[in-house]
C-alpha cells in the first residue's frame, strides 16, 4: 500500500444568489453549512486507507521454514575445499532448519561449498555444549551496511552434531 491518494479533496460547492441571500438574511445564525461526501467513490478503487494493525494482527510469515532470530557464534571453516588457515568467530542474524544467515568480512560467490560449524548450546565450563557442523552453498551474497562486510545467505547440505558431554548408555540404544 501507497501513501499516494490517501486523502480525498474537499471541493466546497457554489451557492446560488438566491439562497445565499435567503441564508444571510435568514433568522438562523450564519455559518458553515454541512457538507457531506460519499466515502466510496466510483472512479477511485476500493481499498483500506488505515489498517488497525493492533486490532487484526500481522500477516504470518508465508515461509516453508520459517527463520529465528538467533545470534549463534559460527565459524567458517573451509571455502571451496581450501580450509580456512585462522577460522574467525562470526555470528549469524537469523538460521532455519534448512539455512543461516550471517555477516562475514569476506566476499564468497554464490554456489560456492563452505563448512560451518555453529554453537547451538554453550554451556559454562565446557560441559554440555551442543555444535552442529555443516557442508552449506553459498545462495545469495549481498553488501552489508558495513563497509566490507557481506551478508551470506546459505542453505545446509550435510548437518551432523557435536556434544562434548558424556550420553549415558540407555540413551545409546546399546
Known sequence: MSATNLAIPLTVPSIEPAAATAAATGPGPAGPRLCCKPLLRPELPRRFVRVPTHAVGVHPEHR??????????????????????????????????????????????????????????????????????????????????????????????????DRDDCVPTRFMGV
Open 64 to 161: 516453508e521454514y520459517p527463520r529465528a532470530t538467533l545470534k549463534l557464534p559460527l565459524k567458517l571453516r573451509s571455502v571451496e575445499g581450501v580450509v580456512e588457515e585462522f577460522p574467525i568467530t562470526l555470528v549469524t542474524r537469523d538460521i532455519s532448519s534448512t539455512g543461516v544467515y550471517f555477516l562475514c568480512p569476506k566476499a564468497l560467490a554464490d554456489g560456492a561449498a563452505i563448512e560451518l560449524q555453529i554453537v547451538l548450546v554453550s554451556r559454562p565450563l565446557g560441559q554440555g555444549n551442543v555444535v552442529m557442523a555443516s557442508m552449506a552453498h553459498v545462495r545469495r551474497s549481498d553488501a552489508a551496511a558495513v563497509p566490507g562486510w557481506f551478508g551470506i545467505a546459505a542453505t545446509f547440505d550435510d548437518v551432523q552434531f
